[in-house]
């Protein structure tokens, strides 16, 4: 017996360095998620949960430690493993996002070349590119000498700086309620109404408005107009796209009568198709009608139920509406804020609030059977009305399929019963399925945002493309074709001045004026309060300004003069925007932007844009995001 006691003894006064030890590897644990470590943080979880084992296999062999001793190394395990997994859970989710950023956009190119000569093509760090300012030309590493500035571009992965960047963009360049074809942010080239331009009219929502992009030539109508004009010549076809996000094909049929179809007088009428488009959005006329039991109300029934203000909801996104939220933002949060968001954007699910449309229940169902949902006849009747509306005016849908959305034949087969033609999108199609190995988010358009990104949207102009230009191609050259200089501009607040020959155009930045606080936001998307945001943050990874020219311009490439007039800031950063084959923003390096400074660079149907930034990186989520006022003038030829 003596022997024995011993032995328990023993090993019971070893249990407080077994503790110890335990509670440093947890600490160490922590550390090495912190330091982005995922590697290490691999190997160390595999040897903590080995140690976890242990500790258990020993406290169950030991018979003389005291029950609550006993259970508090046992609840100690378990939190440790539950932090383990939130950690892996926390690196995964990082991994995920930065894959999503760096599919779409990255910083890591070569040195911005700025000569005469060099345009915006990319070449070694190693070869010195001359910057033009004014009459004196210096070398770029010198230029980059004794300026405080961040010459580094860091794209966020942070979804709550996406959430808050999506919600400025939205309200940046919201349009008006009901159908529009232009954003605010558009420059529109001069009308010409005697043209033999084939007309193409688009329809759409989320899709075909661009949800995501400040550059509207990146969304798949532009693309198919780009690829129009390299074919068949500039202007040989006029594309109006016209856009409400959240709509349906019962909108769709609602806007599009007899005398809207002859105000836009098309050859050929095509729909952005979701494979969701049948279901009601809520917004429809005739089922607004249906709540209010009035003609009167209407308007003020039809409200998108995507953008209705949800109390409860927020409750549960701030942690106030239930135990499991609290705790996930005031202590999760601190150490893991990717895996605490996903956690509470999930248990906050907005689908299971009593306001939508729909109940998660109800989407299942009439996913899987469209033809029982009570909405199925109001969709075969939209089809119906267009196709009547339209008169001999040709109407097709291109399917803008994603891996968000579940695709029932049937939804195609009404379309194609009904006289609209469905459109074959090999390019999409092609994409989807390779998608499906790199892991579905890939091509979202940010972290926290589900809609095509640029490659899925360069594919949806491929398709649509191949269709026009073998089944309606256009001959007709238009040599008096009067175009913009530029397309589109961010932040669309900015004043812009054209020179009568458009040749010159000026630029003034103020975001103390009327238009900069009306576009300020203080709330993103899910109504989740945040501090104002006066311009684009997230797709550069510091507050700044975009400029992108017209493509039909860019068919012949030509040298940009920029000048920095003036500015309250000394100081700012001046990056080039070209796309790569996939549709992938590509950034130059930040190089110091003066005042007084003139770069002269080269732009074509590759580097199409150009950004004036702040010198300091960084989105901050708890702060104002903001950019000291500028003028810019831009001169061509």
């Not at 010549?233 to 609602?254: D, L, R």
């Not at 579940?406 to 087969?413: A, E, F, G, L, M």
């Not at 800031?569 to 003139?598: A, C």
């Not at 770069?599 to 989520?621: E, H, K, Q, W, Y």
Request: with cysteine.
């Amino acid at each position: 017996m003596g022997p024995a006691v011993l032995h328990n003894r023993h090993h019971f006064s070893s249990l407080p360095s077994a503790f110890f030890y335990d509670a440093e590897l947890f600490l160490v644990l922590l550390k090495l998620h912190l330091s982005h470590c995922s590697y290490r943080l691999a190997q160390t979880s595999i040897f903590l949960l080995f140690k976890l084992l242990a500790v258990l296999v020993f406290l169950s062999k030991v018979h003389r430690v005291p029950f609550r001793l006993k259970m508090f190394f046992i609840i100690v395990a378990v939190l440790e493993v539950g932090v383990l997994i939130v950690a892996n859970y926390e690196n995964s989710l990082r991994s995920s996002n930065r894959n999503v950023v760096t599919n779409n956009q990255t910083g890591e190119t070569t040195s911005l070349s700025l000569s005469l000569n060099g345009g915006g093509n990319r070449t070694p760090d190693s070869e010195k590119q001359n910057l033009t300012s004014g009459e004196i030309t210096f070398p770029q590493d010198q230029a980059m000498k004794n300026v405080s500035v961040d010459t580094i571009l860091e794209i966020p992965d942070d979804v709550e700086i996406w959430h808050r960047d999506n919600a400025y963009m939205a309200k940046q360049l919201e349009s008006p309620t009901g159908f529009t074809k232009d954003r605010e942010n558009s420059v529109s080239s001069p009308e010409d109404n005697e043209s033999e331009a084939f007309k193409i009219l688009i329809v759409g929502d989320s899709f075909v408005w661009g949800w995501g992009f400040y550059d509207t030539d990146r969304v798949w109508h532009q693309i198919l107009n780009s690829k129009l004009s390299d074919k068949f010549g500039a202007g040989s076809y006029q594309i109006e796209a016209v856009a409400h996000q959240g709509t349906s094909m019962i909108s769709y049929s609602e806007y599009l009568t007899v005398d809207e179809i002859k105000k836009h007088d098309p050859d050929l009428i095509v729909i952005g198709f979701l494979p969701n488009d049948w279901q009601a959005d809520g917004s429809e006329k005739r089922i607004c009608r249906g709540k209010t039991g009035t003609g009167n109300s209407v308007e003020s029934a039809c409200k998108l139920g995507a953008w209705y203000t949800r109390p409860e909801y927020v409750k549960c996104l701030e942690g106030r509406s239930n135990f499991i939220g609290a705790t996930l933002r005031r202590v999760v949060k601190p150490f893991f804020p990717r895996a605490a968001n996903s956690l509470i954007e999930r248990l906050c699910d907005p689908k299971s609030f009593p306001d939508d449309i729909y109940s998660p229940n109800e989407l299942r169902e009439m996913g899987n059977d469209p033809e029982q949902s009570p909405y199925w006849q109001m969709y075969l009747d939209s089809i119906s009305a267009i196709r009547s509306n339209a008169g001999i005016v040709p109407v097709v849908a291109l399917p803008t399929s994603t891996n968000e959305y579940i695709s029932n034949p049937v939804v195609y087969k009404a379309l194609k019963s009904g006289g609209i033609k469905v459109i074959q999108t090999p390019a999409t199609i092609a994409l989807l399925s390779g998608d499906r190995s790199r892991g579905q988010k890939m091509l979202w358009i940010n972290p926290a945002d589900p809609h095509p990104n640029p490659e899925l949207h360069y594919a949806y102009g491929t398709d649509i493309f191949n269709y026009i230009s073998t089944t309606y191609p256009n001959k007709a050259k238009r040599s008096d074709y009067s175009m913009s200089l530029l397309s589109n501009f961010s932040p669309s607040s900015m004043n812009l001045s054209v020179s009568k020959d458009s040749h010159d155009v000026y630029f003034g930045h103020d975001p103390s004026s009327w238009a900069s606080m009306r576009q300020t936001v203080s709330n993103d998307y899910r109504t989740v309060p945040t501090p104002p945001q006066v311009v684009p943050c997230a797709p550069y990874g510091r507050p700044h300004a975009r400029f992108v020219f017209n493509p039909d311009v860019l068919t012949t490439a030509f040298t940009a003069k920029i000048t920095l007039d003036d500015a309250d800031e000394t100081t700012l950063v001046f990056s080039t925007v070209s796309y790569g084959s996939n549709g992938q923003e590509i950034f130059s390096r930040p190089v110091p932007f003066k005042l007084g400074q003139t770069f002269s660079t080269r732009f074509d149907l590759s580097t199409t844009s150009f950004i004036v930034g702040s010198a300091a990186t960084g989105c901050p989520v708890g702060k104002t995001i903001n950019l000291s006022a500028f003028d810019l003038s831009v001169s061509v030829g």
